[in-house]
């Protein structure tokens, strides 16, 4: 059975930074893509970031590009996405999801989704 559950989110001032965790069971992760997604209240939900589960490449949304940065930990089966310099515009709950995401092509339907965690920046 295809599990992710997100951590790591939480409060922090603007210009702060979280590290999100994606852990993962009944897959291996050169098997899915996986991708970062947020949705803030009243908007879309919206692709973040993706690591490629052949040869780890990373593609990132414009927003976010070289403030975030993805990564894994195959022997953990785990994702990480490190958030820098955050900004209160970056408020929002994350979610993980597999087979979600293709380089820079985000799909908000089918896959295997997290339940998210909440990211909030504020003073």
Not at 52 to 66: E, I, L, N, P, R
Not at 93 to 100: E, F, G, L, R, V
Request: aromatic content about 14%; overall charge positive; charged content about 15%.
């Amino acid at each position: 059975q295809v599990q992710l559950v997100e951590s790591g989110g939480g409060l922090v001032q603007p210009g702060g930074s979280l590290r999100l965790s994606c852990a993962t069971k009944g897959f291996t992760l050169d098997y899915y893509n996986i991708g970062w997604f947020r949705q803030a209240p009243g908007k879309e939900r919206e692709g973040v970031s993706c690591i490629s589960s052949s040869d780890g490449s990373t593609y990132y949304a414009d927003s976010v590009k070289g403030r975030f940065t993805i990564s894994r930990a195959n022997a953990k089966n785990t994702v990480y996405l490190q958030m820098n310099s955050l900004k209160p515009e970056d408020t929002a709950k994350y979610y993980c999801a597999a087979d979600a995401c293709s380089g820079s092509y985000y799909y908000t339907s089918g896959g295997y989704w997290g339940q998210g965690t909440q990211v909030t920046v504020s003073s």
